[in-house]
T-cell receptor, first 113, second 114 residues
Framework: AAGVIQSPRHLIKEKRETATLKCYPI?????VYWYQQGPGQDPQFLIS???????DKGSIPDRFSAQQFSDYHSELNMSSLELGDSALYFC????????????FGQGTRLTVV | LAKTTQPISMDSYEGQEVNITCSHN???????ITWYQQFPSQGPRFIIQ???TKVTNEVASLFIPADRKSSTLSLPRVSLSDTAVYYC???????????????FGKGTKLSVKP
């Protein structure tokens, strides 16, 4: 069965650079969530989209932005990268805005040097 | 969203039954209880979800008392591969509205020993 696909799997950037993470949800899923997970930390909710509109916002820095496109894929744009942005970034998708059964991708490991 | 409280860590041995309890005193009428499992460097994986009483699937059972202020995830006969972090989430999984988030609190790190 198709799963949530994230790209790239690994990314190395320098401080102050920008990065774009992509997420392709499971077909027909209309809701996408983004999470940041630092080493030894729990996943932190960043932002979510439902039917291409922002649904909820968590602890997403102002330097980050995201959107969901017409084909339901989503992109997380990160600018002015800082060392502290180094983390695993997960995307999840679900069918329905308030369906708590979500499916997670394998994540993108971002390293800022 | 209702705040959840779980033990930080638990130890078990292979073949034992493991019960992880989650407290959610402020659970709302429409809230469902969902459990996720996460292995290192992997995304969380949905395990089970319930509203009241007992739910069982091929992986685990979920026990929810009548007052719904807590829930217990039961893993039968654990193996080494069950070593992971387990998260309890409480949120509105069924009704309409504009909210769309899945908030992960502090999970329980389960270590299964041979």
């Amino acid at each position: 069965a198709a799963g949530v696909i994230q790209s790239p799997r690994h990314l190395i950037k320098e401080k102050r650079e920008t990065a774009t993470l992509k997420c392709y949800p499971i077909p027909r899923h209309d809701t996408v969530y983004w999470y940041q997970q630092g080493p030894g930390q729990d996943p932190q909710f960043l932002i979510s989209f439902y039917e291409k509109m922002q649904s909820d916002k968590g602890s997403i820095p102002d330097r980050f932005s995201a959107q969901q496109f017409s084909d339901y894929h989503s992109e997380l744009n990160m600018s002015s990268l800082e060392l502290g942005d180094s983390a695993l970034y997960f995307c999840a998708s679900s069918l329905g805005l308030r369906n708590t059964e979500a499916f997670f991708g394998q994540g993108t490991r971002l390293t800022v040097v | 969203l209702a705040k959840t409280t779980q033990p930080i860590s638990m130890d078990s041995y292979e073949g034992q039954e493991v019960n992880i309890t989650c407290s959610h005193n402020n659970i709302a009428t429409n809230d469902y209880i969902t459990w996720y499992q996460q292995f290192p460097s992997q995304g969380p994986r949905f395990i089970i979800q319930g509203y009241k009483t007992k739910v069982t699937n091929e992986v685990a059972s979920l026990f929810i008392p009548a007052d719904r202020k807590s829930s217990t995830l039961s893993l039968p006969r654990v193996s080494l591969s069950d070593t992971a972090v387990y998260y309890c989430l409480v949120g509105d999984g069924r009704s309409g509205g504009s909210q769309g988030n899945l908030i992960f609190g502090k999970g329980t790190k389960l270590s299964v020993k041979p």
